[in-house]
């Protein structure tokens, strides 16, 4: 596992789709026309849950275990709609926040508030960034809806450079939509 100069690492946890459904989302986007700006290399598309940002060791380790008591059901993630951040990131979302996937947001929340990190306290919006950098503001059509089985979730190591590592994975396989809820910080 690499590490920077200060032996920390920028942690978050993250929906990691199959290599298919990477590949399908990228295909749609790199038939846009019109836009400018950086996109996202397939192999990094992904849907970040709960950012930790630069932890040390320690830190790393407990987010790691309290994760293992998350319990999600598995859900589909039908990505719908596009929109564009204010800071230039193109993303591609969903109508509506499914159930299961606001209850996994909550307890990862409470997995970085147990490690003693504060949770963003923004609204949960949940997204796959496609480009960066965006100049301009031609319309975007919204994609064909591109259908992801979230069965898992994962810890991933944003390395130098904009690289990912996924260091675990972690089942969804629970009986409710979340094992913390109650537990857990609200998202929105």
Known sequence: MEQTDDHTKRLFFALWPSDEERRALARWRDGLAGVRGRSVPAGNLHLTLAFAGNVDPAVAECLAARAERVRGVPFNLVLDRTGLFR??????????????????????????????????????????TLFRNVRGRAPVPDPPAQVWRADRFCLVHSRPGAGYAVLKSYPLCGDGPGSLSEHSASVK
Do not use: K, S
Request: proline share 14%; net charge negative.
């Open 87 to 128: 800071r230039g990131l193109l993303w591609a979302g969903t109508q509506a926040c499914p159930e299961p996937l606001a209850a996994l947001a909550n307890d990862l929340a409470a997995v970085l508030a147990d490690c003693g990190i504060a949770p963003d306290p923004r609204p949960f919006h949940p997204h796959v």
